[in-house]
């Protein structure tokens, strides 16, 4: 009798292995779940950094040699860099 019942318990015991892991494992229903409201914050966090990046390439893109460098770009980060202003300019400090 327990030959013929072991082979049955052996296959249920296996079933329930990966029902078990099919529902609750780290790869089962409710971590697909869990991984889906994560892949949609990974989406918003890209598509914020695309934008970022767009910008930035934008940016190196008006300083491009080959194309002729944006004047007004050229100026925007000399005067940054260098901290210098023109002679006509009026200067307003801001207190913070």
């Known amino acids: 009798m ?3 019942a072991g082979l049955p318990a052996a296959a249920l015991i296996a079933i329930s292995f990966f029902v078990y892991n ?4 780290p790869t089962g229903f409710v ?3 869990a991984t889906q ?11 914020a950094l695309d934008k970022k990046r767009a910008e930035l390439k934008n940016r190196v893109g008006l300083l491009d040699p080959k194309r002729g460098a944006d ?3 050229v100026d925007e980060l000399v005067r940054r ?3 210098v202003t023109r002679p006509d300019e ?6 913070n």
């Open 90 to 95: 009026v200067i307003i400090p801001l207190n």
């Open 37 to 47: 409201v994560e892949l949609a914050q990974k989406k918003v966090e890209y598509a």
């Open 2 to 4: 327990l030959r013929r």
């Open 31 to 33: 971590a697909a779940k």
């Open 22 to 25: 099919a529902a609750l494992g």
């Open 81 to 83: 860099q260098l901290n």
């Open 71 to 73: 004047p007004d770009m």
